[in-house]
Nanobody, 116 residues
Framework: QVQLVESGGGSVQAGGSLRLSCTAS?????????MSWYRQVPGKEREFVSS????????TYADSVKGRFTISRDNAKNTVYLQMNSLKPEDTAMYYC????????WGQGTQVTVSS
């Protein structure tokens, strides 16, 4: 059974940094192996933050995080990272990791809270 486990969330002041990690396990082969980060606040839809291709050569970011967040991956560890710098209060959300094989798998989420 595929499992995604996120970590690294927490509470920081505006301008601070956090690094999220997501480790995948339990799958033998994943054709596309695109890993992504999404975030969600209560009462709103889950929104795309960033994604990275299987090789790591292609990355995509939401406009709201461009220049502040950096996605990367370590395939030897089946782990994707999200380095978040210059955090703003509006970045406060539950952050979820997603693996697309093409079957889609989600992690349980890690909370990020940014205070002003």
């Amino acid at each position: 059974q595929v499992q995604l486990v996120e970590s690294g969330g927490g509470s920081v002041q505006a301008g601070g940094s956090l690094r999220l990690s997501c480790t995948a396990s339990g799958y033998i082969y994943c054709t596309y192996n695109v890993m992504s980060w999404y975030r969600q606040v209560p009462g709103k839809e889950r929104e795309f933050v960033s994604s990275i291709s299987k090789s790591g050569s292609s990355t995509t970011y939401a406009d709201s995080v461009k220049g502040r967040f950096t996605i990367s991956r370590d395939n030897a560890k089946n782990t994707v990272y999200l380095q978040m710098n210059s955090l703003k209060p509006e970045d406060t959300a539950m952050y979820y990791c997603k693996l697309s094989c093409p079957a889609v798998y989600w992690g349980q989420g890690t909370q990020v809270t940014v205070s002003s």
